[in-house]
């Protein structure tokens, strides 16, 4: 079965940086796209970033600040956050998907595989 398990969150001020990491296992790595979803109580699922070979995608609240990444030989997603904000705070997500990235990436109901989260929180 596939599984995805994310750590490396935590508590910081805002201005400082974390770096998630999700790790995968249950099937060929590469072939996937991978994303982070973030999500705060009593709102919806928001994409992050989605990477693949085809490249990476970014949502425009975090451009310029996070960076995602991927290393095929350790099965593990990445990502680089940097410049946190108050607005960052969220219960991180990692997902997985066996279509490409750039059709649809940041529906929530195309992502099959799941990691349970991680808490990131930023204060001020």
């Known amino acids: 079965a596939v599984k995805l398990v994310e750590s490396g969150g935590g508590s910081v001020q805002a201005g400082g940086s974390l770096r998630l990491s999700c790790e995968v296992s249950?099937?060929?790595?590469?072939?996937?796209?991978m994303a982070w979803f973030r999500q705060t109580t009593g709102k919806e699922r928001e994409g992050v970033a989605s990477?693949?070979?085809?490249?990476?995608t970014y949502a425009d609240s975090v451009k310029g600040r996070f960076t995602i990444s991927q290393d095929n030989a350790k099965n593990t997603l990445y990502l680089q956050m940097n410049s946190l904000k108050p607005e960052d705070t969220a219960m991180y997500y990692c997902?997985?998907?066996?279509?490409?990235?750039?059709?649809?990436?940041?529906?929530?109901?195309?992502?099959?595989?799941w990691g349970q989260g991680t808490q990131v929180t930023v204060s001020s």
């Open positions: 990477i693949d070979s085809g490249g990476t």
């Open positions: 249950g099937y060929t790595y590469s072939r996937y796209c």
């Open positions: 997902a997985a998907r066996t279509l490409a990235c750039y059709w649809q990436t940041f529906r929530t109901d195309r992502y099959g595989h």
